[in-house]
């Protein structure tokens, strides 16, 4: 399995940006994805999840409201989209995969990408 995350990069609070995350050598429909994030001198956090049907999805506390996820089944890609950014949404973003959802949301996926580094100027 291999997860490709993009999209990051600079943008001044209060805008946008949309991450992807490429999935590759997985039956992707039998994969639950998620996002996490890690910023500097502190540890990984959930930041949102999506079933493999893409019908439910879970989000953090901090981004609901602000950040959507979606996948799209045919791309073998799963999306966030981060709107009205705070400088507190630095941080290096990682993709996540596992059949189980559960397993994404708890932080115990087996499958991680390569981080993208989203940083927010205040």
């Known amino acids: 399995v291999q997860l490709q995350a993009s999209g990051g990069g600079l943008v001044q609070a209060g805008g946008s940006l949309r991450l992807s995350c490429a999935a590759s050598?997985?039956?992707?429909?039998?994969?639950?994805m998620g996002w996490f994030r890690q910023a500097p001198g502190k540890e990984r956090e959930f930041v949102a999840a999506?079933?493999?049907?893409?019908?439910?999805?879970y989000y953090a506390d901090s981004v609901k409201g602000r950040f959507t996820i979606s996948r799209d089944n045919a791309k073998n890609t799963v999306y966030l989209q981060m709107n009205s950014l705070k400088p507190e949404d630095t941080a290096v973003y990682y993709c996540?995969?596992?059949?189980?959802?559960?397993?994404?949301?708890?932080?115990?996926?087996?499958?991680w990408g390569q981080g993208t580094l989203v940083t927010v100027s205040s």
């Open positions: 996540a995969a596992d059949t189980s959802t559960q397993a994404v949301v708890a932080g115990s996926a087996g499958y």
């Open positions: 999506i079933t493999r049907s893409g019908i439910n999805t």
């Open positions: 050598e997985l039956t992707f429909t039998r994969y639950g």
